[in-house]
């Protein structure tokens, strides 16, 4: 924190010596100004906001901080500053006060959150991106405003509005980047005395009419760019829930059609083999009884730390029960080597673990069965695996069998 508000003093200074002000002048505007981000950070970090602008309460939070907080204190020490040093008069100072708040939140609502979505959202918006929705922006503002003659704000809003809004479901950063857009070139516009906001004959009206769009287009572009991607978050986050397991983070049984049907798939274009080994953790139940379902979720953590040391990427692994996974063992060239990596497994899980100050030992039952020689659909696969399961529990528990020609189930 101590090194950014350096740089930020540092560049309020420059802007400041650059601007006109007396050294001593720019000196007590950028500590200002850097008290200002300060402030910032601090309402920030207390009120759990996001700088990333993820959820619509942190973009209100973040106007709201605007408005409310930064730039009444801003303007009014500003102003202080100012007048201490005799550069402004006393009898303009509430005057002087009410155009620095009013001019920095318009400056700060139009630029600040479209900054931070540019520059935070995960939707990054690529160079040839940005140029055409720049050019579409600016021809569709110079069609409407200069070879049209567009001089009814609502007409011109009526035709903007929904392009932005459209480009804004579709990416936040499309909808950031086309406001800014509109809102340059009109104020390009203003500036040479041509399009929509200089057809009043009222400087006030034309000045109110061009911030009114200006802000329309930057305020509920953001917010319904927000809105949907809490709504794409959501749903992602839901989808997730349905396929994931939550306590150790592996696919689950609703993916285990999908991860099988691969192996199949595997199987059938690169003649590739692989085994399907159907976990289940012996002694498991007892834990929960005496030690409590927190621990035996810790339990289940360790085992799959454990069991994933021994994995390659390319294999699969799934909680498709309480206390039963599936592995697949993905390209196996033999039966030893399937056998050297499950014992590996083997040894790893029936080590003591220690939580809460109990000592606790659980081992696992594992049964094994190939792709394609025992099949090449999930059914006849998982019959094969479960039926040896059950034959390593019988013959004693931590340790694994590979299934027969036939399952006995």
């Known amino acids: 924190m101590v090194e950014k508000s350096y740089l930020i ?36 970090n207390y009120y759990h906001l996001d700088e990333h602008l993820t959820r619509i309460k942190d973009f209100f939070g973040l106007i709201g901080l605007i408005i409310v907080v930064l730039q009444p204190i801003s303007a ?45 959202n995960k939707q990054k918006i690529q160079i040839r991106e940005f140029i055409l929705v720049f050019l ?32 804004t479901t579709t990416n936040v950063s499309y909808g950031s980047v086309g ?3 509109l809102a340059s070139v009109s104020l390009y516009f203003t500036h040479l005395g041509i399009g929509t906001f200089v057809q009043d004959s009222s400087q006030i009206n034309n000045i109110i009419n061009l911030n009114f769009f200006m802000l329309s ?32 983070g592996l696919p689950n049984r609703h993916l285990l059609r ?58 699969a692994f799934l909680r498709i ?15 030893d080597d399937v056998g050297k990596r499950l014992q590996h497994i083997l040894s790893s899980v029936s080590k003591t673990m220690y939580i809460e100050d109990h000592e606790i030992q659980i081992s696992l039952s594992i049964g094994v069965a190939f792709c394609p ?14 039926d040896a399961m059950y034959q390593a529990k019988k013959e004693g528990k931590n340790r694994f069998v590979f299934a027969s020609s036939k399952p006995t189930k």
Not at 87 to 103: A, C, K, R
Not at 224 to 236: H, Q
């Open 9 to 44: 003093f540092l560049g309020q200074l420059i802007l400041a010596l650059d601007s006109g002000l007396m050294p001593l002048a720019s000196v007590g505007i950028s500590l200002i100004n850097t008290l200002e981000a300060y402030i910032a950070l601090r309402v920030f």
């Open 76 to 120: 009014l020490l500003g102003n202080t500053v100012l007048l201490m040093l005799n550069i402004i008069q006393d009898t303009s100072f509430l005057h002087d006060v009410f155009y620095w708040w009013f001019g920095n939140i318009m400056g700060q609502l139009l630029f600040a959150p479209m900054l931070l979505i540019l520059y935070y």
């Open 136 to 167: 579409l922006f600016a021809i569709l503002n110079y069609l409407l405003q200069v070879l049209l003659h567009v001089d009814n704000v609502s007409l011109l809003l009526l035709i903007t509005l929904p392009t932005t809004l459209y480009l």
């Open 179 to 181: 406001s800014v857009v």
């Open 217 to 248: 287009h930057i305020i509920l572009a953001l917010v319904i760019g927000i809105l949907f991607r809490e709504k794409n978050e959501a749903i992602e986050s839901l989808q997730a829930m349905a396929h994931f397991d939550f306590l150790t």
């Open 258 to 315: 999908e991860k099988i049907q691969h192996t199949v798939y595997l199987a059938d274009l690169h003649n590739q083999k692989s085994a399907i080994c159907f976990v289940d953790l012996d002694g498991f139940k007892p834990i929960n009884d005496t030690l409590g379902h927190h621990t035996g979720d810790i339990v289940l953590q360790k085992i799959v730390k454990r069991a994933k040391k021994y994995l390659i990427p390319e294999d």
């Open 321 to 335: 029960g309480g206390d039963e996974f599936l592995i697949i063992l993905t390209n196996i060239q033999s039966r």
């Open 373 to 386: 020689e025992h099949g090449r659909t999930v059914k006849s696969l998982m019959s094969y695996a479960d």
